[in-house]
């Protein structure tokens, strides 16, 4: 099992670092007051390796599959939500829904590899591996043919998106359980630890979740060892595997990409394995309410750009720091600087 | 000195918060995953004593005011910086221009007492009360008269505003100094506690700077003790006034009001002074990199929304929280709810 065609060049460039930041420090504002807006935007461009790069086309993607793992029962919702939840934001009634059509913002949403059948339907595309993966505490979710599969479907994607920035997310009836084993392969770290509430795994749910984990993860330790593309394959998800495959493509096609919360940062954590050059690709949107996520990036050294407790998915965490970026890269473009505004600078 | 017919109602509702979390807890969403979002749409709704209460009209003003204190030399810029950038925000080339334009929102810039002389246009509202305070590191900075007709004008701005939601920001070369010293004897904190560098000011004019707030504080203290406006009146500004009179008269007429950084916030912990009951109905947009902000919300047990390391002012902080709030109501009233959507709800 291999794809290693990757080409994925890293984002630092000291003398294009240089010109940004006095392009920022022009602007009619105290040098640097504007903070964290002033790094995505330095940090955008990089990405783009050009002081004047635009940011207007940018995009939601928010893939949907679903999972072996809850044949365990370590979910409060029954699977067929899964299924419900995509017609659900197909047709407008979902967080994600709202928040991108309030923001005008696009979402495509894609069915990776949900157990129903879907209609061809405008906001919808059917690229769907497998009606659902395998159990992961018994064997490996998806067959190497599969993975790769749904790296490339990801991977199509994002090339063919024709975004200047895009958002990530999903959504999976059991997908935390499958982040969460993948964060214990892929940072060698107690599935006690990873492993969190979900959807609202509570009591002797919660313990059940915790089992299937760690039996799971117990069972592919070995063999994933060494390889995040194996971990991958053996306990994530077709919409995880997706995630993956679109965030490697996207930092070739030097795009940033928004990753949303616990289980879009699994699906990136897994892409950093396997390129680490892709890191300086990517935002993460925000320090999810699931348990681990808050640890992982403070681990990683990941300073998220919100802090708003949500645990939801869908890609929501991305679109509101979307907003943000886009934000920055609004003033960045559009302030005026001291000279052409007849403003004052610093007195000596 | 005196103004005391506010009358500001407590938020506090219980039956109504019942409503609107059983509403919150019937969107097709897992219970409480929005987060922070779900308080912030309760919090609006329990200001508005409405369960459907929509959101539909929002502004930001930015209070703009010169300041006597810049006498004692404490910043880096000018005082004409203020008239400048009045101007810079009205043609539309300031942060919060750039910002308010993106996000669809308005943006009235006030002159509550720049130096220079405005011509009527559109987008500024000329309320001159003087051309600037006096220094208050020798005297009071306004007069009573000056004071009460500051709250009176900003009182105006937010009754007459016609909102559901208001932000408000402001302007003003030597600001920081006024509301470090307003915290200083509101709380009755250590100036050195409460300064900062503000637009830039180090080294030697940062000593020079905590020396008049100092100075100041010590002056006044005795006669503020006990009344927040006289605070308000010795050390504030024309601007910190006016947002002081805008949140009382919001928080009467049951506008919630986004408070943008330090500056604001030290206008509304003098509004809350005056009439504690005014807090519940504001939300703190950020913590600013101002540094005694941070302490400031921590005491006072206050969670912002965002925590950016912004420290421009402008309402550029209280813009992207606008933001925030806008979606977690659009989530409120449009997402769908199980049933109509046909989504399966928790299986016990």
């Known amino acids: 099992m291999a794809h290693e065609n990757w080409t994925i060049h890293p984002v630092a460039d000291a003398s294009l670092e240089r010109e940004i930041i006095a392009r920022l420090n022009n602007l009619t504002k105290p040098v640097g007051s504007l903070g964290l ?12 390796r050009r002081v004047d790069a635009p940011l207007s086309m940018m995009q939601i993607f928010t893939l949907a599959g679903d999972h072996g793992i809850t044949d365990e029962k370590i979910t409060p919702y029954p699977s067929e939500v899964t299924y419900q939840m995509v017609l659900n934001m197909v047709r407008g009634g979902a967080a994600i829904s709202v928040m991108c059509r309030k923001a005008g913002i696009g979402c495509t949403v894609v069915d990776m590899g949900v157990k129903g059948a879907f209609h061809e339907q405008p906001g919808l595309l059917i690229r ?5 993966t395998r159990n992961f505490s018994k064997e490996p979710a998806m067959s190497e043919k599969e993975c790769l599969k749904a790296l490339d479907v990801g991977s199509q994607l994002a090339a063919g998106s024709g975004c200047d920035l895009l958002g990530i997310g999903e959504m999976g009836i059991g997908n935390t359980s499958s982040a969460s084993a993948l964060y214990s392969l892929l940072l060698d770290v107690d599935p006690l630890e990873t492993v969190g509430i979900g959807t609202g795994s509570v009591g002797v749910m919660l313990e059940r979740k915790k089992q299937a984990i760690m039996a799971g993860v117990s069972l592919h330790k070995k063999a994933a060892s060494g390889s995040p593309l194996e971990a991958l394959r053996r306990v994530g998800g077709f919409e995880i595997a997706g995630l993956t495959g679109m965030i490697l493509a996207a930092a070739e096609s030097r795009i940033p990409v928004v990753v949303d919360g616990f289980v879009a940062s699994a699906a990136a954590l897994a892409a950093i394995r396997m390129e680490p050059e892709t890191r300086g690709y990517l935002f993460f949107a925000h320090a999810s309410a699931e348990a681990y996520h808050e640890t992982f990036l403070k681990n990683e050294g990941i300073r998220p750009i919100l802090s708003l407790d949500m645990r939801l998915g869908e890609g929501t965490g991305s679109l509101l720091a979307m907003q943000i970026i886009a934000q920055a890269m609004e003033c960045y473009h559009r302030m005026a600087t001291f000279q052409n505004a007849g403003v004052s600078g610093k007195e000596e």
């Open 37 to 48: 807006l002033e790094e995505l935007a330095l940090r955008y461009l990089l990405c783009k």
């Open 128 to 132: 769907k591996i497998a009606p659902g």
